[in-house]
């Protein structure tokens, strides 16, 4: 008689990546069955592939199937510390004669795509690199401004691998799985110095060493930056690389094509079916691999900040052929975006989280002053300090206003809901910089040998510093909503931004198709 396989409480949470909480409670509520065992809880492979609907044949567009479930996340035994070491000790490696053998295809040439193209160029493979766009500078990644993070703890302010492990891990409300997020954190220093050998010209402080800011939900500051275009900068370093491998012809860019389907022989990824976007030609495309980095599917909300060409079109494609999803109902909805101007706007604009570095946020704290800020009777300076509430710094007086977006965001729609909103539709706060301009122009007045008594002198003073720090940012808000920030506070509130959730995969990144990963 065949062994009966059971697995554990642990065993399946880092399975199916989700907390051992979640799996007690299944059990807790009869849905998920299991044995006591030594007095540990045992769930049979059975019990638990009926539980996930899993023992009948899944329907596909290549026929009827059984999916082989649950799937191996591939994590490493042993201290998380030491899992990645340890994995890049074991992992089979591929000689150099034998990369130039090997095809890879990537579909989506942004951060993601655009690095591991060059990268995997770089070592040997031969690539294909696909993207509907008539650039891969077009990527939507040239849309990020606020910065990248890395555990560099170059302000000496007690940052270190395990603190930006931990902030990342909160931050994602403990969904992520731990070993891969380490990783991350890991190799985020290095990623860094790749960046500056590329080109990209990160900010700098007065000594030429590489300037930080803060991000939401941490209290380090541990964020690289390029003034408020973070994402242009680093596309068009990885663009740069591709580029190197185009000319070296390890690499083949194919622009405006979208990918259709995935190719699957005998249950592994072996190419792609993709339509050329200006002769409407269908092309196959084989390959020994392929790696999927089209971002997110922010768009299935009525309105995000994601452009309208960011489709998913390729994640649901190979979904259809039998990729698993994980967490899609996982969203991030951004503090600090521009609110709703009308009915017949197609996107909504992303105003970078760097801003609440400088930016305080609040609401009256009279209804009267709100109903007046509606009808245009009053301007936001011209109400009191005393009568303004900095909602976020009164309930969380630890982060202040660089909670964690989703708190951010959950205080704004709270506010507003409550009747605060501050525009027309009853749907905006305020995010006001009149603060940090009086305080930057006396430390640069003090430092210059200035009257840092004169308010005028002062306020000018704040102003160049604060244009030299968020300029481009200041100008793009003004230019869409014809306000000057400098003089009147911006009007912010929370939109769609990016997903967490997504198409899963193993600690190697592969998803529960052979030979088809998921990067980005």
Known sequence: MDKKVF????????????????????????????????????????????????????????????????????????????????????????????????????????????????????????????????????????????????????????????????????????????????????????????????????????????????????????TFYAKGQTGQQLLLGAYSAMNRQINRGKLKMYTRHEMLDLVVVDGKARGIIARDLVSGKLERHSAHAVVIATGGYGNVFFLSTNAMGSNVTASWKIHKKGAFFANPCFTQIHPTCIPVSGENQSKLTLMSESLRNDGRIWVPKKIEDVKKLRLKEIKPTDIKEEDRDYYLERRYPAFGNLVPRDVASRAAKERCDAGFGVNKTGEAVYLDFCSAIIRYGKERAHSSGQDSSNIELVTKLGKQLIKEKYGNLFQMYEKITDENPYETPMMIYPAVHYTMGGVWVDYNLMTSINGCFAIG
Request: contains cysteine; positive net charge.
């Open 7 to 222: 697995y554990t409480i642990s065993e399946i949470s880092n399975i199916l990546n989700v907390s051992e909480k979640t799996i007690r409670r299944h059990i807790n509520s009869g849905k998920l069955k299991s044995q006591k065992i030594g007095g540990v809880h045992r769930i049979p492979k059975e019990d638990l592939s009926l539980f996930l609907n899993l023992k009948k044949p899944q329907k596909t567009e290549s026929g009827e199937r059984t999916i082989n479930f649950p799937k191996l996340s591939h994590v490493p035994e042993g201290d998380i510390s030491k899992k990645w070491n340890k994995h890049k000790q074991k992992i089979n490696l591929v000689s150099p004669a034998n990369k130039r053998l090997i095809d890879v295809i990537v579909v989506g040439t942004g951060l993601a795509g655009g690095s591991a193209s060059a990268t995997l160029a770089e070592l040997g493979y031969n690539v294909k690199a696909f993207c509907f766009q008539d650039s891969s500078r077009r990527a939507h990644s040239i849309a990020a401004q606020g910065g990248i993070n890395a555990a560099k703890n170059y302000q000496g302010d007690g940052d270190s691998v395990y603190r930006l492990f931990y902030d990342t891990i909160k931050g994602g409300d403990y969904r992520s799985r731990e070993a891969n997020v380490y990783r991350l954190a890991e190799v985020s220093a290095n990623i860094i110095d790749q960046c500056v050998a590329q080109g990209v010209p990160f900010a700098r402080d007065y000594g030429g060493m590489l300037d930080n800011r803060s991000f939401g939900g941490v209290l380090v500051s541990r």
